[in-house]
Nanobody, 124 residues
C-alpha cells in the first residue's frame, strides 16, 4: 500500500522556521517527481515546490521563492520542505505529493499520490 506521511507541522511565530518531512512507503519514489502543496481554509490547493527525482531540478511558487527550500533523500524515501521567514499568509495544511513523471509538474492534477497533510500555523 502506497503511503505518503507528512510530519513537522505546528504553530510558529512570524519570522520563524519549520521543517516538514514526507516519508514515502509501499514502493520506491526515487524516480518520481515530489512536490509540496498547501491549502488554506476556503481556498484552492496551491503549488508550493517540486523537486526532480535526482534532486538537481527544483521549482517554487513565487510566494515562497527565497524562503522555502525543497530537498530529498532517496536512500530514506523522504522529501523535506525547509520553511524560513514564515509569514501569517503561509498558514495552511501542507500536502506532500508524488508524480510518476520526469517533468517538474506544478499542477495538482498531475500528481498521482497524496499524503494526508500537516497543519502549519503562523501567528503574527
Amino acid at each position: 500500500q502506497v503511503q505518503l506521511v507528512e510530519s513537522g507541522g505546528g504553530l510558529v511565530q512570524a519570522g520563524g522556521s519549520l521543517r516538514l518531512s514526507c516519508l514515502a512507503s509501499g514502493r520506491t519514489f526515487s524516480r518520481s517527481v515530489m512536490g509540496w502543496f498547501r491549502q488554506a481554509p476556503g481556498q484552492e490547493r496551491e503549488f508550493v515546490a517540486a523537486i526532480s527525482w535526482s534532486g538537481v531540478g527544483t521549482s517554487y511558487a513565487d510566494s515562497v521563492k527565497g524562503r522555502f527550500t525543497i530537498s530529498r533523500d532517496n536512500t530514506k524515501n523522504t522529501v523535506y520542505l525547509q520553511m524560513n521567514s514564515l509569514k501569517p499568509e503561509d498558514t495552511a495544511v501542507y500536502y506532500c505529493a508524488a508524480a510518476d513523471t520526469v517533468a517538474l509538474v506544478t499542477k495538482a492534477r498531475e500528481y498521482d499520490y497524496w499524503g494526508q497533510g500537516t497543519q502549519v500555523t503562523v501567528s503574527s
